[in-house]
């Protein structure tokens, strides 16, 4: 797979969770994918997801920044967005906030394998 092809598998990625799509996130992600280093499978990611809109109504993930160098993708993605209660730790309680995660993605036979990821939670903090 060229550069530009991940890439426009990454932003279809992108766009099946803005959708909520639960059913073709294994287009995506492979089944034993691997999250910070937690062997979660597909099952657990698609839980998490879950579990993060339903704390996040509003969550919806903009892509700031993309690098595609296959068989990995590094992103920057930007949230704008209203948690419900408790949210990293901290007591958000429905307070807007604006923050960015910075995440790598390793791709294997076309799906996410392994995902790397970081919450600016200090973003967070700065603005409650």
Request: hydrophobic share 40%.
């Amino acid at each position: 797979m060229t550069g530009p092809e991940l890439a426009d598998l990454y932003r279809a990625y992108i766009a099946c969770l803005n959708a909520q799509d639960w059913q073709r996130l294994g287009q995506y992600v492979g089944e034993g994918v691997v999250h910070n280093g937690r062997p979660i499978g597909l099952t657990g990611y698609r839980e998490m997801l879950v579990r993060d809109f339903s704390e996040i109504p509003d969550l919806s993930f903009h892509i700031h920044l993309l690098l595609s160098d296959p068989p990995m993708i590094g992103s920057r993605l930007v949230f704008d967005c209203m948690p419900k209660g408790k949210f990293l730790g901290l007591d958000v309680d429905g307070r807007r906030v604006r923050f960015t995660e910075n995440v790598f993605y390793q791709f294997r036979d076309g799906r996410i394998v392994e995902v790397w990821s970081v919450i600016d939670k200090a973003a967070i903090e700065a603005q409650l």
